[in-house]
């Protein structure tokens, strides 16, 4: 099955063409998350910029019966972002780099991080962020290095950076807790 053209159109109209991954090589990065096990290669991969991008992505996917699955870092072991078939990716990646972060040019490592919950249909997504750590580059004087954390959390506002409750366990309104290295111009 092939997504309609109609559908291929809207998307592109809310992401932009830099926002599609359609290139057969590319889309096989999102077949799958850490769970290696079990593969399904999506029809696209769709990287919106912000919540709102977000919200209209799966608003078109419901118009035209697309089914989607929302994807953080793909650093689930669960084969929680694991693709339709038939379907799209709507990759939460893009949209958590707009949060202040948008000069890293460079993801260079990744520390460790947990898909926590699951996004819905009608869930609004937001993220925070951390600065854990800063380091300089030996012999570099343009790049400097961040160690950051990223939060995505559901339907509740990040004003107050929920993460965890009392009891050490993730706060019921956390995505994605995300533990990384990321590069950046001085």
Request: net charge negative; hydrophobic share 45%.
């Amino acid at each position: 099955m092939s997504l309609p053209a109609e559908f291929r159109a809207d998307v592109q109209s809310i992401v932009g063409g830099d926002g599609v991954i359609s290139d057969p090589a590319e889309l096989r990065t999102y077949d799958c998350d850490a769970l290696t096990g079990r593969r399904a290669t999506p029809e696209l991969v769709l990287l919106p910029a912000g919540a709102e991008e977000v919200q209209r992505l799966v608003a078109a996917c419901a118009d035209h019966g697309v089914p989607f699955v929302a994807r953080g870092a793909g650093t689930g072991l669960s084969g929680g972002a694991l693709p339709v078939a038939e379907g799209v990716v709507i990759s939460l990646a893009r949209a958590l780099s707009f949060n202040g972060l948008n000069n890293a040019f460079h993801l260079a490592a990744i520390n460790g991080g947990r898909h926590v919950s699951p996004c819905f249909a009608g869930d609004t997504v937001y993220a925070w962020s951390e600065i854990l750590e800063k380091a300089e580059l030996p012999g570099r004087k343009d790049v400097g290095a961040l160690r950051i954390r990223l939060v995505a959390v559901k339907n509740q506002d990040c004003s107050a950076f929920p993460l965890k409750k009392a009891d050490g366990q993730y706060d019921d309104s956390v995505l994605l807790d995300l533990d990384a290295w990321v590069l950046l111009p001085r």
